[in-house]
């Protein structure tokens, strides 16, 4: 079974930085490209970023590039996503999914809030 775990959410005051962990089990992380994807309130899915299969291509929406840095750990089966000078309208749910966009799989969620 296919399962994805976020972690490091929390509220922090605009400018300010967190690190999101998705623990992935079930499958074969080395194998699989990895995205992360966010839902803000009231609003749909956004893709935010991907990485390939062993890390040599990331991209990223160009509302967080250069504030936001995906990264993975292929022996500890873990994804991150570094998250620096947040701003308000980052605050979303911050989901983990398998494979490039918006995913095969997701996570249940990680909930980012920025506000001062």
């Known amino acids: 079974e296919v399962q994805l775990v976020e972690s490091g959410g929390g509220l922090v005051q605009p400018g300010g930085s967190l690190r999101l962990s998705c623990a992935a089990s079930?499958?074969?992380?080395?194998?699989?490209?990895m995205s992360w994807v966010r839902q803000a309130p009231g609003k749909g899915l956004e893709w935010v970023s991907s990485?390939?299969?062993?890390?040599?291509?990331?991209v990223y929406v160009d509302s967080v590039r250069g504030r936001f840095t995906i990264s993975r750990d292929n022996a500890k089966n873990t994804l991150y996503l570094q998250m620096n000078d947040l701003r308000p309208e980052d605050t979303a749910l911050y989901y983990c999914?398998?494979?490039w966009g918006t995913g095969d799989y997701r996570g249940q969620g990680a909930q980012v809030t920025v506000s001062s």
């Open positions: 079930g499958f074969t992380f080395s194998n699989y490209d």
């Open positions: 990485i390939s299969s062993r890390a040599t291509r990331t």
């Open positions: 999914a398998r494979n």
